[in-house]
């Protein structure tokens, strides 16, 4: 599964350097013993403002991606699920649970919970496959709503130098989605089929949804995963360690 955002967002990444932390970001005490409470209070708090002027990151709300992909499943699904122009809504709503994040060098990284009540794909798609046995083909509009869909978030970490300072870099990261009430799917056919042609293929996906997502999980995780993996990771490219904790070498 390939992932792109588009080239405007990573132009202004590219070119900012964040060595100070807006106030409004909650800092924390790592020798502190509620330091993980703390760490997930903060993770709550910045998923709103990352697009502030001194962070520089792009606004969750919507989340904009030039393309990704979903693969084909071994199932039910064999449909080749390609989008682009896609607006992502729902980070911003997200719960976070559960952060953990451990400085020793044997075993550095980050994990942390989010649920997020609703999380809706409004993207232009293309299709190419088969469902139960049914060619499946076309173009148009779509809209892709998972409901209370958990993510799991685990992050290895390493430090290294930049400037002087101190950084955190990911060196490997999934994202597992253990939980999902639902996903509901709305293609819209721009090509030369009627609408209940449409409509039946609408409704047969939403029947069986849960095989479909199950069928297709490993690419909606991959999906969490590089979108978890490039924003982490452009943060603590950006941010110094000891900007975003106190007590920490």
Known sequence: MKLLYTTLIFHSLISTFCTKLPSSFKKCDYKNPNFNQCLTEAIQTALVQLNHPMVGLPSLDPLMV?????????????????????????FTKGIVQNADLSLNPSQMHLNFTITMPQFKI?????L??????????????ATL??????GVAFLPLEKYTKKGLTHL?????????PK???LYMNFQNRENRSQEFSDMINKVLNDIWQAIFNDVKSGYESFFTEITVS?????????PLSEMLDNVE
């Open 66 to 90: 030039e393309k990704f992909s979903i693969g084909a499943g071994t199932g039910p699904v064999g449909v080749q699920e390609n989008f682009q122009n896609a607006k992502l809504y729902g």
């Open 122 to 126: 409004l993207a232009q798609y293309q």
């Open 128 to 141: 190419e496959g088969q469902l139960l046995l049914i060619p499946v083909h076309g173009k148009g509009d």
């Open 145 to 150: 709503l998972l409901k209370n869909v958990t």
């Open 169 to 177: 870099r990911i060196v490997d990261g999934k994202v597992t989605l």
């Open 180 to 182: 999902t009430d639902l």
């Open 231 to 239: 924003l982490a990771g452009k943060f603590f490219d950006k941010v």
